[in-house]
């Protein structure tokens, strides 16, 4: 029949965009990276396949230590993201006037609207040894010495909080936005007080928004690079500064694409462990958004 | 309003909110305010207001449109843009006609890819397309001498790794409107007679048409952002991004990038407006 | 079959098989020109599929539909001149009225003097003549409703099908919406097609009405046929309301039969629908409650002598409303029974723990064969 040829023809006009990109520019290139992973340069343009690329990695303490530190940064940073952004989101959706609401949200959004790099930089204006905050406290009579407040993993989770916060908030205020207010006064007519309506019935209804939250929150951390390293130094040891280095300093490539591997499945696992104890999947969370 | 706690608490709440939204606004107002100080170092003390990080055509106060490295950086970064969001823009609303009307096998499983992207860290992006690139050129100089050269770091690489990831946040919000379409609006104009094609002119694309507005402004809007991605595949048209990142690393922090944070912000928060104007419904009276 | 071009809307023998459902099986009706004709029927039924096929947007598996004795199959459905009002209107929320109403005749590639006499002609005859210039969001439910009708109309169709556009409405205006629809109908001298699950809106619009089961038509008829003369058990069990027994039958006589209800209950009723009972047979038993007299019992001597069924029972409420008010009365077997009563706020009036005798004649005992 011509209507089916008609509807055939247009879902293979439809996924071909869809496969190309995918294909092109996610699998190709992915699987590519993993291909030179496993190469190894033993002299000019000659190469061994092995796992020499990766043993390197795990022989080398400063590497699997970095990742092993941006990592555990990173999942710190997503605990003070969700602890710090839940109240806002909360905030907005649920305590905030009609009016209010809208502006507070939009406000959220507006660190989202500017580059990174134009944050970082702010930052650096205000922590710097000549930066606004210790040329004030000077001024007041509190310190003598300028004070430096760059350059230490505090500063750099700061940074990096700073940085993912919006993508913690705005799949929370959905979610929770869609709650009904009628089942927290439910909860509480029932005789539940703050604590348990917070635990019993908040928390459970805005898992989606929580995990696909993290999620989001933990793979940018995780990935991010300019926020530690212009925060943090040139001794922030974050990962990502690990595989420019190899690729843009040491033109080693092959061991880059076998960090980028090992950064991308790291990441990965933890995605996975996360998604297995909240019992949620990516479908039912960042798909939703 | 939900909960009425006690005052005392609501209040406390109230600061902590409030304190919230300073933290948000410090360092966007640092990066802005210090355009404006007569002085060669973004730094205390006020030294008084000017306009010369803008516009003054001299050294050592080198305005930001007078400084030709960054306006290049600047147009580069326009051009790139564009070129990403109209590419993501089209790809999207393919998506959307696919996942939300199309039925094919392993549907969920595709959608699961589509949606992958956004999570996959920009610089494993940004490494394994440049990797896969740089594979292929090299394959095709010495097995053909071709010289594959959009294949090496530049303006077209940069905007395919923009791209690859973009694709994926103006699917998301342009399925989201699809999804909301009601199907019989189709039939309806079906039914008095338009064709396929004028249907989809007069109807569907009319009703996405603010999606895909707002997709695309949001599309141009990271990738003039995006540094992660673009600093593995970026030749010698840098984007402004990267200019500035350069210009801080070696010159250190100048008054002139502030000026341009500053235009850079402006732009962004005029086009983000655009982009909740066009996605607000008719009023409802 | 032969086709008459009298008739606007012939369907020959229309099936529709998804997979091995029958939505719609074996329909077949024809509809005479400028006619308000309702397909009523249950959720599922296969009305709405039924419609689609008319409207083009599915194709029958077989069988024949027919628009002014020409057969569509195969026409798409924009070529068809057959318009359709949806379930939830679907105006066009990016254009005002007038770009709505417009939109067909745009299509037809009418040129813009005839669009803009065209549209302000119809709005004339909706009564709405001022809203051209409207947008959609502006417009109230009953307004909305109008110029989805207007839209179609202006196109000049052979038949125009409704798919229960007053669902959406509240009971009020739905109320009100009822007797507009067939005053439009009347103006616009248009064959009507109407689907719905709603009886009172068939019953009160439609010259005629189909009632639909299971992807089959049960009967056709006007709403007084189908009210008083259902020839099936489903018929008489959907339309109106009605009290309902099964039982089995102990004599019978002629016309008439004797039927021992589950619960013990003895009655005399009629035969209706096809196949008559014989003893033993199991039926079913309708009967409306307007025609059950409930009277205090001891009161004026009931005749039970001329064949009237006369039972005993006690009120268990009142349900009061105005003209309509009824009682729920508990038989010996101790099932309800609901008949209707006038009320009139005196002592005279019934009251719950009332004993109450009902009486009802044979004859408005529907017993059909089960």
């Not at chain 1, 439809?14 to 990109?21: G, S």
């Not at chain 1, 496993?38 to 022989?59: A, C, D, H, Q, S």
């Not at chain 1, 210790?134 to 940085?163: K, R």
């Not at chain 3, 067939?182 to 064959?191: E, P, V, Y």
Request: proline share 4%; aromatic share 10%.
């Amino acid at each position: 029949m011509m209507q089916r040829d008609i509807k055939r023809l247009s879902l293979i006009l439809l996924f071909a965009p869809f496969a190309l990109w995918i294909l092109l520019l996610i699998i190709l290139p992915h699987l590519g990276m993993f291909y030179i992973s496993l190469r190894e340069k033993v002299g000019p343009r000659m190469y061994e396949f092995g796992l020499e690329n990766y043993i390197n990695f795990f022989t080398e303490p400063i590497y699997w230590n970095t990742l092993i530190r941006t990592g555990s940064m990173s999942l710190l940073v997503t605990v003070l993201a969700l602890l710090l952004g839940f109240p806002i989101a909360y905030y907005i959706a649920k305590i905030a006037g009609n009016r209010t609401r809208g502006a507070l949200f939009l406000m959220c959004l507006i660190p989202l609207w500017v580059s990174d790099l134009i944050r970082a930089f702010g930052w650096i204006l205000l922590l710097r040894e000549t930066g606004i905050i210790s040329s004030s406290l000077q001024w007041a009579g509190l310190i003598n010495t300028p004070i430096e407040f760059l350059y230490n993993d505090a500063t750099v989770i700061m940074g990096l909080v700073y940085t993912v916060i919006l993508f913690m908030i705005v799949p929370l205020v959905s979610t929770l936005d869609g709650m009904d207010d009628a089942m927290i006064e439910a909860g509480y007519n029932l005789g539940g007080n703050g604590p348990t309506v917070l635990r019993r019935i908040i928390i459970p209804y805005a898992m989606p928004g929580i995990v696909s939250g993290c999620i989001v929150v933990f793979m940018l951390t995780a990935g991010s690079y300019l926020t530690p390293i212009l925060l943090g130094g040139k001794n922030s040891s974050w990962f990502t500064e690990q595989i420019y280095d190899q690729f843009i300093t040491r033109y080693n490539w092959e061991s880059g694409a076998a960090f980028g591997f090992l950064l991308l499945a790291f990441t990965s696992l933890v995605v996975w462990g996360g998604l297995k104890l909240s019992g949620q999947t990516l479908n039912s969370t960042v798909a939703r958004s | 309003m939900a909960i009425k706690p006690n005052t005392a608490f609501l209040a406390s709440y109230r600061i902590y909110v409030g304190l919230f939204f300073v933290f948000l606004a410090a360092p966007l107002v640092a990066a802005g305010v210090f355009a404006f100080n007569d002085s060669l170092f973004p730094s205390l003390p006020w030294q008084g207001f000017t306009l010369d990080w803008f516009f003054n055509d001299s050294e050592p106060k080198l305005g930001m449109f007078h400084d030709r490295r960054l306006l290049r950086g600047l147009y580069y970064s326009f051009v790139i843009a564009s070129f990403v969001s109209l590419l993501s823009v089209f790809v999207g609303t393919c998506n959307a006609f696919l996942f939300v009307r199309c039925k094919f096998p392993a549907k969920d499983f595709f959608y699961i890819m589509m949606v992958l992207p956004l999570v996959i860290p920009g610089v494993i992006l940004g490494i394994s397309i440049l990797l896969l690139a740089s594979n292929i050129a090299n394959g095709a100089e010495e097995a053909l001498s071709l010289d594959l050269d959009f294949l090496r770091p530049g303006i077209v690489l940069v905007v395919l790794g923009q791209f690859s990831f973009i694709t994926t946040i103006t699917s998301l919000v342009i399925i989201a409107r699809l999804r909301k379409f009601d199907a019989s609006m189709e039939e309806a104009a079906y039914n008095l007679g338009a064709s396929r094609a004028r249907v989809l002119r007069t109807i569907t694309l009319p009703f996405l048409f603010p999606a895909m507005a707002a997709a695309g402004i949001v599309a141009f809007l990271v990738s003039f952002e995006n540094f992660n991605t673009t600093l593995f595949l970026v030749g010698s048209e840098a984007p402004l991004t990267i200019t500035m990142y350069d210009r801080m690393v070696k010159v250190g922090s100048t008054p002139v990038l502030n000026a341009v944070s500053f235009f850079l912000m402006i732009g962004s928060a005029l086009l983000a407006l655009v982009s909740i104007l066009v996605q607000r419904d008719k009023p409802q009276t | 079959m032969q086709s008459n071009t009298e008739n606007d809307l012939e369907c020959i023998q229309i099936k529709k098989h998804f997979g091995s459902v029958r939505a719609v099986d074996d329909v077949s009706f024809e509809i005479p020109k400028g006619s308000f004709f309702s397909i009523l029927g249950p959720s599922g039924c296969g009305k709405t599929t039924l419609m689609r096929m008319i409207a083009g947007f599915e194709s029958p598996t077989s069988g024949d539909i027919r628009i002014k004795g020409k057969s569509v199959i195969g026409t798409p459905p924009n070529r068809r001149n057959v318009k359709m009002v949806f379930q939830h209107l679907a105006l066009f929320p990016m254009m005002n009225v007038y770009e709505n109403i417009a939109y067909g005749l745009r299509c037809a590639g009418a040129s813009k003097d005839v669009i803009r006499t065209k549209v302000h002609d119809v709005l004339e005859r909706i009564s709405l003549p001022d809203v051209a210039n409207r947008e959609i969001t502006q417009l109230s439910g009953g307004q909305k409703q109008r110029i989805a009708i207007a839209r179609c109309m202006v196109l000049d169709p052979d038949v125009l099908l409704l798919d229960e556009p007053l669902g959406a409405l509240d009971l009020k205006l739905r109320e009100a919406m009822k007797i507009e629809l067939k005053l439009l109908q009347h103006q616009f001298d248009t064959t009507f097609v109407y689907i719905t699950h709603d009886q009172s809106e068939a019953l009160v619009m439609s010259d005629n009405v189909a009632i639909m089961n299971e992807g089959k038509f049960v009967q056709i008829g006007t709403p007084q046929e189908l009210y008083h003369n259902p020839s099936a058990a489903f018929v008489a069990g959907f339309v109106g309301d009605t009290n309902r027994w099964a039982g089995k039958v102990t004599r019978v006589e002629g016309n008439t039969v004797e039927v021992e209800t589950e619960a013990g209950l003895a009655m005399r009723g009629s035969v209706r629908g096809a196949g008559a009972p014989g003893i033993g047979d199991r039926v079913n038993a309708f009967v409306r409650p307007e025609f059950i007299t409930a009277e205090k019992a001891g009161g004026s001597a009931v005749q039970s002598g001329n064949g009237q069924n006369v039972i005993e029972g006690k009120v268990d409420s009142i349900l009061f409303n105005g003209a309509n008010s009824r009682v729920l009365v508990r038989d010996r077997a101790g099932e309800l029974i609901e008949a209707d009563v006038v009320l009139t706020g005196g002592a005279q009036d019934l009251k719950p723990k009332d004993d109450v005798t009902l009486s009802w004649s044979p004859e408005q005992t529907m017993s059909f064969k089960a």
